[in-house]
């Protein structure tokens, strides 16, 4: 476990994508039953910052821990990392050929050797959580986006992982879909989940969060409480927060 | 000399078309299982098995499928192996289906979004997990309608198996021809028999397109459009 005892520690974290360097020297910490927001501009480096936790991308250098485990390391334990972290991505990738409730299913069974009756009643859990009981036996494309997102989000915690990484969950939703999606994420930090999430949405960072993590540069350039937000140190995140209104 | 046409010639050009049916079967189960096999080792991680299988895909797509018959029903003999006009036919659609449906394939594999890859690998599914239960139900989908069209073609190579001595539909004809020297009657026949075989499966692979619910339309547009080309 890392000293300070935070679930997510990102430090010095370098990553290029060919001579487009896009994260030059990332620290970053999440703190366990926290909610961690990452803004800024497109291009600034947060969702590859969020990949990299992930392990989706491999970072060039520095180190990454989740939960006491080093990511950075080349022989990291991939299937343990992913039964610690569960993602939630912009664009839902539902699986098309499954119902919802068999999206739901499949990782508990095929990852975790989970029965399929036990699997099931944890897929109508969670769907309840996200207010889709109705929905278990429906396809994904019979489904608002606001719905999938949802189902999304119950996928991965159907999988029980210590921190849930969202990665602008809501940028592919309309206006008035949105809010279904980010009350879930908000009961979801309620009940004292860790979260690191990737958003556009200020207003929800601004009540939601813990921790807000000003990303520029492909650095973490301020972090803070949701203060900085109304006193930001830098020129940078006080253009950012302008840029918004 | 020539006698005319009677029931028992109508019986013989059946039992071609039967021959027509079984070596197309052979051919499609063969090449489908070999097809697979290919498709899953040109994206594997391994260079070497993706060299050698892309290489053979290649050799088989720039011979002529008459040549592969030759050197398996004559050439095979030679060095040793002793083989029957069917196991000559059937060895070689194997090999030559094998290599375009392993190519089709792997296209419908690998158009199956990125996204949904990494959406179950993050879900902690093991490479096999994730190509069994996410990734292979939905490019058989894609893959339907281009694997259908291509059987059409499957259909009408197996008359190059008369040359190998092989009785199929078309030989059939052919010795039956010799018999009653009718040759526009007969091979019009022949013709409608070979139209009935395929003109369904053409239906089908066409109302399977329409139909393509999963796949991005450009997607299997894309997909069908190299499987033709591929074949002419």
């Not at chain 1, 703190?31 to 992930?54: N, P």
């Not at chain 1, 050929?97 to 944890?122: G, S, Y």
């Not at chain 1, 889709?132 to 999988?159: C, D, F, N, T, W």
């Amino acid at each position: 476990m890392d000293s300070n005892g935070a679930a997510v520690v990102l430090r010095d974290v370098h990553k290029s994508f060919g001579a487009n360097k896009v994260l030059a020297g990332v620290n970053l910490d999440a703190q366990r039953g926290q909610v961690t927001a990452i803004i800024g501009r497109s291009g600034s480096g947060k969702s590859t910052a969020l990949r990299c936790i992930d392990r989706l991308e491999k970072v060039d250098s520095g180190q990454i821990t989740v939960c006491g485990r080093r990511v950075d390391d080349p022989a990291v334990d991939l299937k343990a990392l992913r039964l610690d972290l569960g993602i939630v991505f912009q664009s839902y990738n539902l699986f098309p050929h499954l119902t919802i409730e068999e999206n739901i299913m499949l990782a508990p069974r095929a990852a975790k050797r989970m029965v399929k009756a036990q699997a099931r009643t944890l897929a109508h859990e969670v769907l309840a959580r996200v207010g889709l009981s109705e929905k278990a036996v429906a396809y994904p494309e019979q489904l608002s986006g606001g719905q999938q997102q949802r189902v999304a989000i119950a996928r991965s915690l159907a999988m029980q992982p210590k921190v849930m990484l969202f990665d602008e969950v809501t940028s592919a939703l309309d206006p008035e879909l949105r809010g279904e999606v980010l009350k879930v994420i908000e009961e979801l930090a309620a009940g004292g989940m860790t979260m690191v999430m990737v958003t556009h949405e200020m207003a929800f960072a601004r009540r939601v969060a813990d921790q807000i993590v000003f990303m520029h540069a492909g650095r973490a350039w301020e972090c803070g409480t949701t203060d900085i937000l109304n006193s930001p140190q830098t020129p940078e995140l006080k253009r950012f927060i302008q840029s918004d209104l | 000399m020539t006698s005319s046409l009677n029931a028992s010639h109508f019986l013989y050009l059946w039992h071609g078309t039967l021959w027509t049916i079984g070596l197309s079967l052979i051919a499609f189960v063969g090449g489908g299982l070999l097809g697979l096999t290919v498709a899953l080792c040109r994206i594997s991680p391994s260079r070497p098995l993706r060299w050698l299988t892309s290489s053979y895909v290649q050799l088989i797509q720039g011979t002529p499928l008459l040549v592969i018959l030759f050197m398996t029903f004559f050439g095979l003999p030679q060095l040793g192996f002793k083989i029957s006009p069917l196991t000559a036919a059937g060895l070689s659609l194997t090999i030559y289906v094998g290599a375009y449906l392993g190519e089709i394939w792997r296209g419908c594999i690998e158009s199956v979004p990125k996204a949904q890859w990494e959406a179950a690998e993050c879900l902690a599914l093991t490479r096999g997990q994730r190509m069994r239960m996410v990734v292979l139900p939905q490019a058989v989908r894609i893959a339907t309608p281009s694997t259908v069209g291509f059987m059409v073609q499957i259909v009408k190579n197996t008359s190059l198996a008369s040359v190998v001595g092989f009785v199929e539909l078309a030989r059939s004809a052919q010795i039956m021809n010799n018999s009653v020297f009718e040759p526009f009657l007969i091979y019009a026949m022949v013709a409608v028999i070979y139209f009935a075989l395929c003109y369904p499966l053409s239906r089908w692979s066409l109302r399977l397109e329409r139909r393509g619910a999963f796949a991005s339309p450009s997607a299997t547009a894309a997909l069908h459009q190299q499987a033709q080309l591929s074949l002419t």
